[in-house]
């Protein structure tokens, strides 16, 4: 089995991660019980844009990627806002590769950048239908605050 070789940066390598980022869309897409239209019309362009935005005005970015021979196989990316909330912004790692540690080793890294950053606190955002990410999440010290639902919007004929 080859090394894992890990690589950060900042928004410069945002773009890597989309093949895998569209893989995460999928998996939410299939997941999702109530916003299946969001995820089939969500591209990556717009995720990127709205994560872009948090670091707007003094904020900050940090790309993680986790490679296997020289081929993307999962990454991480955190931001920092202006008011240093600090937040997993996305977090996948290829189904093939899972349970051999890398997301832990990203998630370390991301948490370790936005800590040395002085981060208020730190926040991730789970999927309903992707409440199995809970334990992961559990894990790093990441506990359910509060829910916010949001109304379906339907359009009217």
Known sequence: MDTIAYHSG????????????QELNR????LSP???????TLTFEDRKRV????TLGGGDLRV???FEA?????YCVSSIDRSLTGEIDSIYVD?????QGIGAALMEKALAWLNS?????????????????YGFYTRFGFLPRRTMLEQKKTTIS
């Open 27 to 30: 998996h939410h897409l299939c």
């Open 10 to 21: 900042n928004k410069s390598l945002i773009d890597k991660i989309k093949p895998l980022w």
């Open 51 to 54: 994560i872009l935005q948090r």
């Open 34 to 40: 109530y916003f299946k239209h969001y995820y089939e």
């Open 64 to 66: 993680d990627l986790a």
């Open 70 to 74: 020289e081929v993307l196989i999962g």
């Open 95 to 99: 189904a093939k590769h899972r349970g």
């Open 117 to 133: 950053k002085g981060t208020r606190k730190n926040i991730v955002s789970v999927g309903v239908g992707n409440e199995q990410a």
